[in-house]
């Protein structure tokens, strides 16, 4: 079983539309956790890191909900610019250095 | 110009055939990665090395070996490339001074191993 489990999509998203897309973690262990975007044949980039008592950047929101083990993201108002392959990290340790384990994305389309 | 860059950035080989893979940084970190992506996996991490002293397996390292030259320079061989080799690969940096370990990723390399 993969340590973290991603809907592979695509999300066709109208552009002006709101998009959300979770993520589930197997390792309770697991303390951090951050959103990567990754667009085509493109190295993954930090989108966001996701808190416990959630956070907002922008059009995005993350959240974590360590009852269940799963992260969320949401983008409103989706632009064009959004589509992308989105990437669940979890890490480990809240220490200086935890391994991390990445998803292997959702996909997200965002159509004229 | 880019922070981490990596050369190649594609190679087609032949199977039994020794490649190296290169990654150089100019962000000054001293923690360097080298991870493979294949489609439908999430990235796994090959090989880490926290500093020009110190390498660390991943979880999918045989097969694979590393050099750390130097604080900028991290390396990736492959001593004789298998055909289930074929991936992107991509290498990474980080500052130990993060709270985030955020990773820095190069632009990756594409690998065909025929």
């Known amino acids: 079983r993969k340590e973290v489990e991603q809907d592979p999509g695509p999300f066709n998203v109208p552009e002006g539309a709101t998009v959300a897309f979770n993520c589930t973690y197997s390792n309770s262990a697991s303390q951090s956790f951050f959103w990567y975007r990754q667009d085509c044949r493109k190295e993954p980039k930090l989108l966001m890191s996701?808190?416990?008592s959630g956070n907002e950047d922008g059009r995005f929101t993350a959240q974590l909900n360590r009852a269940s083990q799963y992260i969320s993201l949401l983008i409103r108002d989706s632009k064009l610019s959004d589509s992308a392959t989105y990437l669940c990290?979890?890490?480990?340790?809240?220490?200086?250095?935890?391994?991390?384990?990445f998803g292997a994305g959702t996909q997200v389309v965002v159509t004229p | 110009d880019a922070d981490v860059t990596q050369t190649p950035r594609n190679r087609i080989t032949k199977t039994g055939k020794r490649i190296m893979l290169e990654c150089s940084q100019t962000k000054g970190h001293d923690r360097m990665y080298w991870y493979r992506q294949d489609p439908g996996l999430g990235l796994q991490l090959i090989y880490y090395s926290f500093d020009v002293k110190d390498i660390n397996k991943g979880e999918i390292s045989d097969g694979y070996s590393v050099s750390r030259q130097a604080q900028a320079k991290f390396s990736l061989s492959l001593e004789s490339a298998i055909p289930n080799q074929t991936a992107l690969y991509f290498c990474a940096t980080s500052d130990r001074t993060s709270s985030t370990d955020t990773q820095y990723f190069g632009p990756g390399t594409r690998l065909t191993v025929l």
């Open positions: 990290v979890a890490r480990m340790t809240t220490d200086s250095w935890g391994k991390l384990q």
């Open positions: 996701v808190y416990s």
